[in-house]
């Protein structure tokens, strides 16, 4: 459902996410994404953090966003 979504929203820039708990109450999401420019990859971030909020809330969620984080890192497309 959430790579679904998220396809939907992003199109060929979504590749793929990984969810882990890392506490009873907390979880950190790993999205894979594609983007050209530095600005496209923090919007694409943030859309994509956005929507994954909506899923969860929409789920019945409780979630708590205080202690959250966004983190852009860019990697090198292979050749």
Same mark, same amino acid.
Request: net charge negative; aromatic share 0%.
């Given at each position: 459902m959430i790579d679904d979504r998220l396809? $939907?929203?992003l199109g060929p820039r979504y590749d793929r996410h990984n969810a882990q708990s890392v506490g009873t109450d907390k979880l950190i999401v790993t999205l894979m994404l594609r983007a050209m420019t530095p600005a496209d990859a923090i919007r694409c971030a #943030?859309? %994509? %953090? #956005?929507?994954l909020v909506e899923l969860l809330t $929409?789920?019945?969620a409780d979630i708590e966003l205080s202690g959250a984080a966004l983190v852009v890192r860019a990697h090198e497309a292979s050749a």
């Open positions: 396809r $939907d929203e #943030g859309m %994509a %953090a #956005g929507t $929409d789920a019945g």
